[in-house]
T-cell receptor
């Protein structure tokens, strides 16, 4: 299965600290995306990084991609209580289908 | 107001009954998807549709059925053959039209509970 795995499964930090989440996957990809899910809600797209990119920024988010290690990281700087959510990575592989494969998620808690 | 909607938000089903979950989008997207999420888990793909009148099975299609008669609508039926249907169901759509792994836009979800 292409499904990715996030690490850690759960992360608890103080407001203002940085949060780093990691994602590993198994096969070659076209792109990797990060999504956020508030409890009991749908997912919201955060950022997409293509296989030929190594780093991307969006506001307080920084994503890196290492295709040689088949891994990605999501860094949230200067965290806020409102960042409390689950974060999922999703990969699009090279099989020709348009589907995304979602990881198991990291549950982030930011303590005010 | 553009977006993707799901109804109902909560659904209760007795064992042996079929139920249909609604998903509608007005984003003019070609592709639509149904996922199942169990507590503390990631998303698993049930069915997807790249275009009207066409759909494909995902990883866990057994016990589910779909139709795609209109571009805007992609209803999911959970049949009595699905042995463990209690879960959170998420519908998504993307621009589609190719195999590019587009960003997906999600509805708010339907929580199905079997009594």
């Amino acid at each position: 299965s292409q499904q990715g795995e996030e690490d850690p499964q759960a992360l608890s930090i103080q407001e203002g600290e940085n949060a780093t989440m990691n994602c590993s996957y198994k096969t070659s990809i076209n792109n990797l995306q990060w999504y956020r899910q508030n409890s009991g809600r749908g997912l919201v797209h955060l950022i997409l990084i293509r296989s030929n990119e190594r780093e991307k920024h969006s506001g307080r988010l920084r994503v890196t991609l290492d295709t040689s290690k088949k891994s990605s990281s999501l860094l949230i700087t200067a965290s806020r209580a409102a960042d409390t959510a689950s974060y999922f990575c999703a990969t699009h592989d090279q099989t020709g289908a348009n589907n995304l494969f979602f990881g198991t998620g990291t549950r982030l808690t930011v303590i005010p | 107001d553009g977006g993707i909607t799901q109804s109902p938000k909560y659904l209760f089903r007795k064992e042996g009954q079929n139920v249909t979950l609604s998903c509608e989008q007005n984003l003019n997207h070609d592709a639509m998807y149904w996922y199942r999420q169990d507590p503390g888990q990631g998303l698993r793909l049930i069915y997807y549709s790249q275009i009207v009148n066409d759909f494909q099975k995902g990883d866990i299609a057994e016990g589910y059925s779909v139709s795609r008669e209109k571009k805007e609508s992609f209803p999911l039926t959970v049949t009595s053959a699905q042995k463990n249907p209690t879960a959170f169901y998420l519908c998504a759509s993307s621009i589609g039209g190719g195999y590019t792994g587009d960003t997906q836009y999600f509805g708010p979800g339907t929580r199905l509970t079997v009594l």
